[in-house]
């Protein structure tokens, strides 16, 4: 999602997980493949496979700067996705999510964050997108048991982002047919720098 410096672990929530190490960096998708635009099959199994698969994420997330990546956006059809990201308070907060429900703000608590946004899967763009402003998900972490995980700022937009992936919804879905055009303009601009491949050809 959107490039950040790695956060000092003196700032990192005592609410996060650790994130499994050791993966190999994938290739990234991009908007258009099938995969990235249908509902994630449901989390399962907590095995050695769905533990390899998530440090794989976690090392492709890191490799491309980002702050979340579900398990769509290297070509994986699972509900699943991991994150490492800060609140507005720069806070951060780390943890794997499986299928994962999110909970938004209602009536007079919901507020709108109109925020630039970005995507793995959509390198090199960024335009507004509105978001409700505080975000909760709830789920199962890596070995089965209950999660939720909760924030504002730019935790509250990744936490919304790689739930929507899992249903099959890119963020471009959420923004005018103007502010797609202006993403693909952005994207077409930047894709020199984020060849096929990336980033697994370049970590």
């Known amino acids: ?74 070509g994986v059809d699972l ?13 951060v907060t780390r943890g794997v999510v499986c299928n994962p429900v999110l909970t938004l703000p209602e009536g007079r608590a919901r507020v709108l964050d109109a925020d630039d946004e970005g995507c793995l899967s959509y390198p090199g763009a960024f335009v507004e997108c509105a978001r409700p402003d505080r975000a909760s998900v709830s789920g199962t972490g890596l070995n089965g048991e209950p999660v939720t995980y909760a924030g504002d700022g730019l935790l509250a937009r990744c936490l919304q982002h790689e739930t929507d992936h899992l249903g099959g919804t890119v963020f471009g879905d959420r923004v005018s047919a103007r502010q797609r055009k202006k993403l693909r303009k952005q994207m077409e601009a930047a894709a020199p720098d984020y060849p096929i491949g990336w980033p697994a050809d370049s970590a």
């Open 1 to 74: 999602m959107w490039p950040v410096v790695r956060i000092p672990d003196d700032v990192v929530s005592p609410a996060s997980a650790v994130l499994p190490d050791g993966g190999q960096v994938r290739a990234i998708v991009r908007w258009g493949e099938p995969v990235m635009h249908r509902p994630a099959e449901l989390v399962t199994a907590y095995d050695a496979e769905l533990r390899a698969l998530v440090a794989d994420m976690t090392a492709t997330m890191y490799a491309a700067d980002g702050v979340g990546l579900a398990a769509c956006q290297i």
């Open 79 to 91: 509900a699943v996705f991991v994150f490492d990201c800060p609140d507005a308070e720069g806070l």
